[in-house]
């Protein structure tokens, strides 16, 4: 697997814990991917792969609050498992078989409404704000039983390389994964127009 370079950017990194509230493939880079589903995020094959991760770990996204560009804003990292307090999401795939090199998902909420609206609004400092919000900003379907978003977002991750790219959380030393390149992409559930 090629690795895939993470955007440079200067000064040091001040994270901060989000807080939370899934065959073949022909990817070609390790992504993630906010599904329409409102608070779900998808980890192609080659993410799971690169990151060493499968069904029932945990992952925790790390938010860079000194942020200059939505490229430097959000990371991921291999979470200390379901009996930490710390907050972070488990992780599953369609088949519930256990490997390395899958499609995973989890729901994290809070963290996908920052990064929806930092993406689609351009508002780099946007805070957690709930799904009735996000109807009203014209992100999420206006319906009061949907809990669809009007976009699907890619964003490419790669490991951060030198000393940025290991964070102690609870005295665990973890590597830390970069996600950038956003894309945006208009959504309509099947059947609508």
Known sequence: MENVEAPKFSGSLKLSIAK???KGTKDTEPSITLTPTVNRFELNPLTSQLMELQTKDTVMI???DEAKTINEKFF???GLGEASEIPQAVLAS??????????LSFNY??????I??????GDLNAPEIALDKLRQLGLVKA????RTALWKIHAKVAKVEGENGIISIEGN??????????VALPYSPRGEK
């Open 94 to 103: 369609d088949d519930q078989i256990e490997g390395i090199g899958k499609k």
């Open 143 to 146: 319906e009061d039983s949907a």
């Open 173 to 182: 030393d973890r590597q830390i994964y970069q996600m950038f390149d956003f």
């Open 62 to 64: 790390l938010v860079n």
């Open 116 to 121: 929806l609206v930092g993406v689609v609004k």
């Open 20 to 22: 939370n509230g899934s």
């Open 109 to 114: 909420s809070g963290v996908y409404s920052r």
């Open 76 to 78: 991921l990292a291999k």
